[in-house]
C-alpha cells in the first residue's frame, strides 16, 4: 500500500525537504517536494497527491493560507502540518481548521514515520470507502435500468403477456394484450382476471396452474376466440425462488391468419383428394374388370401383376379418404348423422372382419361386453374409431400376441377399451401419436406401411361425439387406448 502513496513535501528549508525524501523514499513513498505554498498548490492541482506534509512557517504563502486553501479545493487529502517547538498552539488551531495531525521540529524519525502511515492509512481507507460508495450507486442504478428496459420490452412486445397472483388477479399486463382482448380502457393494477380474461377454459387452466394439478414445468396451450380473431395463450406457473407456485404468466398470440392459411391449405388438399379419387375408382373398377376376366382371361402372370396393382390402388384410395376424412372433420363436417348406436353390434362385426387379418399374426381376437347401452352417435364414423384401434393393434403386435376389445356401461359413459400386447409406445412419443402424419419410429414396425392420420381420425371423431381418449402404454408390453362415450339420457 505504501508504494502508492504519493507524499508533497512542502518547506522552505532544504535540509527539511532532503530529511523528508530521505527516510519516506526508502520505505517506499513516492515524493514530490515544493519550497513554498504556491509551488504547493500548483503541484496539488496537476497532481494525485495522497499526503500533504506542510511547514507553517514559510516566505510568499504561509503553511495556514495553503491549508485553509487545500480544505477547500482537496478536503479528502490528509494535511499532516510541521511546527518549531513552541508553536503547538499553532498547531492546534490548524487541527481545528482541518489538519489530520502535527509534528514538531526536529523530526523524530519513528513518531514521523508513525504519523505518515497513519495519515497513509486514513487516505486509502477513505479512497475505498469511496470506490464502494461508487460502485453501490452504480448497482442501483444499473438495477433500475434493468428495471426500465423489462418494462420497454414487455410493453413494446407484439404478444400479449398477462401476470396473475395466487388469487388470479392480473397484476402485469401490456398494451398488446389489451389489444388482444379488445379492452380500451386501461385496468387498474391488480384486478380481478373476469375483468380481462372472458374464456372460461382458460380461467380454468390457470386455476389448475396454481393448484399445482399441471405437469411440473410445463406450459399449457389453449386457443380461444375474440369475436373475428382466434388467439393462442401459452400458461405456465410462476415459480418464485423457493420453488412455490407464486402466480402465473400467460403469453397471448394472435393466430388468425395462420388458422386463415390452415383452412386454405384443407381446403387444397381436399380438392386435391377429390380431384385424385375420382379417377382412380374408374382405375380400380376397370381392373377389377380385368381379374374378373370379363375382358378375356388373363394369364397367371398378368392376373399377378393386376392385382398388385389393385393392392396399391386401395392403399391410395385409403390415404385420400384419410385426407378428405381429416379435411372434414376440421371443418366440423364430418359427424352428420347422429342415432342410437349399438356399439357392442359395431364391436363384434368390426371384429369379425379384422379376423383373417389376425390370424395372419397369429394373434388371438376377443371380446368383453357388459352393461351395454346406446350411444347418441353416427355408427360409420364409430366403426372408423374401432377398424383404426383395432388395425392398428394387429400392426404393431408381434406375432402370437391378444387383442382385447370391451365395452362398458359406466353411469352416463361407455367405457370402450382397446388392449394389445404388442410392441408399446414410449412415454416420450404418446403425446405426438394423436397428431396428424406423426409415425412412431421403431425397427419392430418399420414394415408396417401407414401415414399417420388414423389416430388423428379416431380422436376427431371422438372429440366431435363429447367424448375422451387416452392411452397408456408400457413398451415391449402392450398399449391400452380407453374411449369414454356419452350415453344416451334416457331420463329425459
Ligand atoms: N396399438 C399400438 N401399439 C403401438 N404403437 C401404436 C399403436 N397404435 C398406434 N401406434 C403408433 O402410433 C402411430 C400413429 O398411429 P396412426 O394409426 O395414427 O398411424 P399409422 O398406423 O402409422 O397410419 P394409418 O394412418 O394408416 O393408421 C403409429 O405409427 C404407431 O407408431
Ligand atoms: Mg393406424
Known amino acids: 500500500m505504501a508504494k502508492e502513496t504519493h507524499v508533497l513535501v512542502v518547506d522552505d528549508e532544504k535540509v527539511v525537504r532532503d530529511g523528508c525524501r530521505r527516510v519516506l523514499s526508502g520505505r517506499g513513498y513516492e515524493?514530490?517536494?515544493?519550497?513554498?505554498?504556491?509551488?504547493?498548490?500548483?503541484?496539488?492541482?496537476?497532481?494525485?497527491?495522497?499526503?500533504?506534509?506542510?511547514?507553517?512557517?514559510?516566505?510568499?504563502?504561509?503553511?495556514?493560507?495553503?491549508?485553509?486553501?487545500?480544505?477547500?479545493?482537496?478536503?479528502?487529502?490528509?494535511?499532516?502540518v510541521i511546527t518549531g517547538h513552541g508553536t503547538v498552539d499553532t498547531a492546534v488551531e490548524c487541527m481545528k481548521k482541518g489538519a489530520y495531525d502535527f509534528i514538531t521540529k526536529p523530526f523524530q524519525i519513528d513518531q514521523f514515520l508513525l504519523t505518515i502511515e497513519r495519515a497513509a492509512d486514513k487516505r486509502h481507507?477513505?479512497?475505498?470507502?469511496?470506490?464502494?460508495?461508487?460502485?453501490?450507486?452504480?448497482?442501483?442504478?444499473?438495477?433500475?435500468?434493468?428495471?426500465?428496459?423489462?418494462?420497454?420490452?414487455?410493453?413494446?412486445?407484439?404478444?400479449?403477456?398477462?401476470?396473475?397472483?395466487?388469487?388470479?388477479?392480473?397484476?402485469?399486463?401490456?398494451?398488446?394484450?389489451?389489444?388482444?382482448?379488445?379492452?380500451?380502457?386501461?385496468?387498474?393494477?391488480?384486478?380481478?382476471?373476469?375483468?380481462?380474461?372472458?374464456?372460461?377454459?382458460?380461467?380454468?387452466?390457470?386455476?389448475?396452474?396454481?393448484?399445482?394439478?399441471?405437469?411440473?414445468?410445463?406450459?399449457?396451450?389453449?386457443?380461444?376466440?375474440?369475436?373475428?380473431?382466434?388467439?393462442?395463450?401459452?400458461?405456465?406457473?410462476?415459480?418464485?425462488s423457493d420453488g412455490a407456485i407464486a402466480g402465473t404468466?400467460?403469453?397471448?398470440?394472435?393466430?388468425?391468419?395462420?388458422?386463415?392459411?390452415?383452412?386454405?391449405?384443407?381446403?387444397?388438399?381436399?380438392?386435391?383428394?377429390?380431384?385424385?379419387?375420382?379417377?382412380?375408382?374408374?382405375?380400380?373398377?376397370?381392373?377389377?374388370?380385368?381379374?374378373?376376366?370379363?375382358?378375356?382371361?388373363?394369364?397367371?402372370?398378368?392376373?399377378?401383376f393386376v392385382k398388385r396393382g389393385v393392392a396399391k390402388i386401395d392403399s391410395l384410395l385409403n390415404l385420400i379418404n384419410d385426407l378428405l376424412d381429416i379435411a372434414k372433420l376440421e371443418a366440423g363436417k364430418f359427424i352428420q348423422h347422429q342415432v342410437p348406436t349399438d356399439i357392442g353390434k359395431i364391436i363384434k362385426e368390426?371384429?369379425?372382419?379384422?379376423?383373417?387379418?389376425?390370424?395372419?399374426?397369429?394373434?388371438?381376437?376377443?371380446?368383453?361386453?357388459?352393461?351395454?347401452?346406446?350411444?347418441?352417435?353416427?355408427?360409420?364414423?364409430?366403426?372408423?374409431?374401432?377398424?383404426?384401434?383395432?388395425?392398428?393393434?394387429?400392426?404393431?403386435?408381434?406375432?402370437?400376441?391378444?387383442?382385447?376389445?370391451?365395452a362398458k356401461g359406466l353411469g352416463e359413459y361407455m367405457e370402450i377399451r382397446v388392449e394389445d400386447t404388442g410392441v408399446g409406445i414410449t412415454k416420450e412419443e404418446l403425446p405426438k401419436i394423436f397428431d396428424k402424419f406423426y409415425r412412431v419410429k421403431n425397427p419392430k414396425t418399420r414394415q408396417v406401411i401407414g401415414t399417420g392420420l388414423?389416430?388423428?381420425?379416431?380422436?376427431?371423431?371422438?372429440?366431435a361425439h363429447q367424448g375422451s381418449i387416452q392411452v397408456e402404454s408400457i413398451p415391449d408390453k402392450g398399449t391400452t387406448f380407453k374411449i369414454l362415450l356419452p350415453v344416451i339420457d334416457t331420463k329425459e
Open 31 to 80: 515524493i514530490t517536494t515544493a519550497e513554498n505554498g504556491l509551488q504547493a498548490l500548483e503541484i496539488l492541482g496537476a497532481d494525485h497527491i495522497d499526503i500533504l506534509l506542510l511547514d507553517l512557517k514559510m516566505p510568499v504563502m504561509s503553511g495556514e493560507e495553503v491549508l485553509e486553501k487545500t480544505r477547500d479545493t482537496h478536503p479528502d487529502i490528509p494535511v499532516i
Open 125 to 240: 481507507l477513505e479512497l475505498k470507502a469511496k470506490q464502494f460508495e461508487a460502485e453501490n450507486i452504480r448497482n442501483l442504478y444499473d438495477l433500475n435500468l434493468e428495471k426500465s428496459r423489462l418494462k420497454t420490452i414487455i410493453n413494446c412486445m407484439a404478444n400479449g403477456v398477462m401476470v396473475t397472483n395466487r388469487n388470479l388477479e392480473v397484476v402485469l399486463n401490456n398494451p398488446a394484450l389489451m389489444r388482444l382482448m379488445e379492452i380500451t380502457e386501461k385496468p387498474k393494477s391488480p384486478v380481478p382476471i373476469s375483468e380481462i380474461i372472458t374464456d372460461e377454459d382458460l380461467v380454468d387452466t390457470l386455476k389448475k396452474l396454481l393448484n399445482g394439478e399441471t405437469p411440473e414445468a410445463e406450459s399449457i396451450s389453449q386457443e380461444f376466440r375474440i369475436k373475428q380473431n382466434t388467439l393462442r395463450a401459452l400458461s405456465a406457473p410462476a415459480i418464485d
Open 249 to 304: 404468466v400467460t403469453v397471448l398470440e394472435d393466430i388468425t391468419a395462420f388458422k386463415q392459411l390452415d383452412e386454405m391449405k384443407s381446403d387444397f388438399v381436399n380438392m386435391v383428394a377429390h380431384e385424385l379419387r375420382s379417377p382412380l375408382v374408374a382405375i380400380r373398377q376397370l381392373n377389377s374388370v380385368l381379374l374378373e376376366g370379363l375382358a378375356g382371361p388373363l394369364e397367371e402372370k398378368q392376373q399377378d
Open 350 to 406: 368390426i371384429l369379425e372382419l379384422m379376423e383373417p387379418r389376425a390370424q395372419k399374426q397369429h394373434i388371438v381376437l376377443s371380446h368383453h361386453l357388459e352393461n351395454l347401452k346406446p350411444v347418441q352417435a353416427d355408427p360409420k364414423r364409430i366403426e372408423e374409431i374401432f377398424n383404426n384401434l383395432i388395425s392398428n393393434a394387429i400392426n404393431y403386435s408381434p406375432q402370437g400376441g391378444r387383442v382385447t376389445v370391451s
Open 454 to 463: 388414423g389416430l388423428a381420425i379416431v380422436k376427431g371423431v371422438v372429440d
